[in-house]
């Protein structure tokens, strides 16, 4: 390659490197980001939903143009037993006005962002895998290639939940198995109609079950399904310490948690579309706490840490365009002033946390270590189901008081009151 | 239900470029033995890229390899060595 210096290149092409790529070029600058997939999105796999609201700041006219899914209109948490299960139903029609979260396929997504990067002079550069950075003393200056180097004034890392590039450089740790989670996941085809009568949604609307319990089998971690327009998005997140400490295997699983009762009429007569899995987060906010930059380099997205699951909603691509808008920000005043210095850089971090992206982060600091809680992952979930078969179930014995049947069934299960009144504590304070 | 074959089925059904000259992935044999890693990477690998063989060391099918990084997540130190595929080899996702 020859000696052009180039203003920013970024490294990878995901949600946060396209954005920051499109925000830096759309500002006058000149962009290159670099793709080790055959296309942007080649390697990209989310579970599927997107709240979409940030896109429309960035594209007011994103959720027509974009190749969104469906609108997320109904949410449904689910308690999953072996053989029982309780569901919480949320629809809304305020969700549909406006539009809040869409089900997304990541391979179509991107490649349509990728191409609102080139209209706005980003080149793209697929194919190629950064090997490792560039440094002149302490400042970063480019990537190498295999036997080619590329420089800039300033260097984006948006090369995911990986990150080896921040890890070769010691810039980050390598993530404790705690930290991390594995996605396994398929995409599972079936007729509009079907969709539509099997989960009771209409048009363009779609639903997301948010699955604890029996399908991950005493895993920490939890059980999704998202409809897509004519397709299901179905897997299992299974913590990695976790399911090392259980000794279970992780596409065992999978297909337990497809073959469930509850489950399997879901998906029943459906085409395997893709079977794929993905690493995700169970800790961002650990993750996010560490080191973000460097001088000439800002880390964004899944490379920073930028996902939180709440237990009722995990998030992560609007973190990822979030985190590109403060990135972005950022470089783009570096640029101005022409100081790329790590003090220049540090008002990324100021910028994160005077925004919902820094601050989400320290909201929900203390989720993750609430969702290692092994009773969250079972006992709950049985004792809800055992509460409404002491309702449901009439065997002609003399009814009880609603209290009793309660105390009842709480007395039967392993919990005591002593977990409960922490757990409830815990979960308050955390969540 | 819908039954979709073995793992092995199901990842046919993707879409790989594969690098005909290179593994990414090396497995320490001697490592990963002592400290019984290599049962961890056949149990938790959702693409099955790892089997155990019948004299105890593990085999490695790197073109099935997903690409997640979960095996190395869980490596004790110097029981693996894996990277990315080079570029535009690998996975491919046609859905994501």
Redesign the interface.
Known sequence: MDEEIFDVIVVGGGIAGLVSAYQLAKSGHEVVLIERGVEAGSKNLSGGVFYSRIMEEIFPDFLKEAPVERHITRNIISFLNQTSAVNIDYWDQRLADPINAVSVLRVKLDAWLSGKCEEAGVMIMPGVRVDSLLKEGDQYVGVKAGEDELRAKVIILADGVNSFLAQDEGIRPKQLPKYLAVGVKSVIGLPRKVIEDRFRVRGNEGVAYAIVGDCTKSVAGGGFLYTNSESISIGVVLQLESIEKKGLTSTVIFDQFLEHPAIAPLIADGELLEYGCHLTMEDGPAMVAQEVSRPGLLIVGDAAGFTVNTGLTIRGMDFAAGSALAVAKTIDNALKNKDFSQSAMNMYRMELDSHWVGQDMKTYKNAPAFFETSRLYGDYGQLLADIFYRIFHHDLTPRKRLTSVVLGAFKASSLKVTNLIRDAFFGLKSL | ??N?GS?VE??N??IY?LDEEESHIEVNQEIAKKMGVGK?F???????VYSEETDGSIGVSYAAC?????C???ATPGSLKW??????C???????
């Open positions: 239900m819908a979709f793992i199901r990842l059904g993707n470029h961890l056949v149990r938790i690998c959702p693409a099955h997903l690409e997640c990084g979960t190395l997540a869980v990277h990315y595929p080079k570029g535009g690998g996975i491919a996702f046609r859905e994501g």
